[in-house]
Every structure is written in C-alpha cells, then in structure tokens.
C-alpha cells in the first residue's frame, strides 16, 4: 500500500495527478501603494486570504476550486479520498452516526466506511508499517547464500 505524505500544511492534493506539491491558489492579498509599486508586505494587513471557494489549479493543468483539493480519510481503510471520489452524502448517515460523533463528509468508495476531512497534513493517519523495510541491495554474483548442508546417509562403516 502506497503511503500518502502531503507536501502542504494543509493536506490539499490534486484531484487528477494527486501531487501535493504543485499547488497554486489564488488569494486576495492587499498591497501598499509606495512609490515604486505595490508591495504586500508593507501592508496594513500584510495578509492574504483564501478559503475553499478561492481557485485553484496545480501544475498538471487541473484547475478549479480549493475544494477540490481537499482530501478526506476513510476512518476504516485509512485511505485518502479527494471530494469528488467519495460518496456523498453518506447513505444511511442517520442510523449509523453514534451521538457525540463528529459528522462524517462523505463515505470510503473502497470500503463503505465514513471519511472525515483531512484539515491538516499532520491530522493524517497512517497504518502501523512493519514491512517497512525496501528490498534489500542484492549482489548479482551470491545466490549460495542459503544453502542448506545435509548429513549424507551411508558415511558410518
Ligand atoms: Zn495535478
Ligand atoms: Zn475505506
């Protein structure tokens, strides 16, 4: 099972090519006006804002809204689902809701579980990996390595 790492703080990925790290979102900014231009920094606010209406687009060529980046986590399978893989809204959301429980955004197309937004890369879940090690580098030039020494039968006259 391929891991899913985020290259945002804000566990946004491509809902077409599912890069993190190739996001652009459009923000409004205020500028200063100075003599030499306009510089955001100097600003009042020295802010900018977005949120999930803002566009956005990554370098694939997707291009939409920040909402289609957002990713959800199935609570079961662990999977990451961006908004338009997950099934909305939750068949059934009444019957299986316990109360107290937070209101799932949408159901795990892989395993009819309930996936809730990812707000933050470091919210991500990830299964405990003890198969974690890669293939090890294997020198072509061995192969003896196991071979197993049986006692030959007939050796005691
Ligand atoms: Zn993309
Ligand atoms: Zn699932």
Redesign the pocket.
């Known amino acids: 099972m391929t891991q899913q790492t985020f290259a945002n703080q804000f566990a946004m990925r491509c809902p077409q090519c599912l890069a993190s790290n190739n996001i652009d979102v459009t923000a409004h900014v205020d500028v200063r006006l100075t003599r030499s231009g306009s510089d955001a920094d100097a600003s009042r606010s020295g802010d900018h804002e977005w949120d999930a209406a803002s566009a956005a687009s990554c370098g694939c060529g997707f291009a939409g809204t920040v909402a289609d980046f957002l990713t959800y986590q199935?609570q079961?399978?662990l999977?990451v689902h961006n908004h338009d893989k997950m099934i909305v809204p939750v068949p059934d959301l009444e019957k299986r809701l316990e109360p107290g429980d937070r209101v799932p955004d949408g159901e795990?197309p892989?395993?009819g579980?309930v996936c809730h937004q990812l707000e933050d890369s470091d919210d991500l879940e990830q299964e405990a990996d003890e198969e974690d090690r890669e293939d090890t580098p294997d020198n072509d030039d061995g192969g003896v390595s196991d071979v197993e020494i049986k006692s030959l039968p007939g050796d005691d006259l």
């Open positions: 199935c079961n399978c999977a795990c892989a395993c579980a």
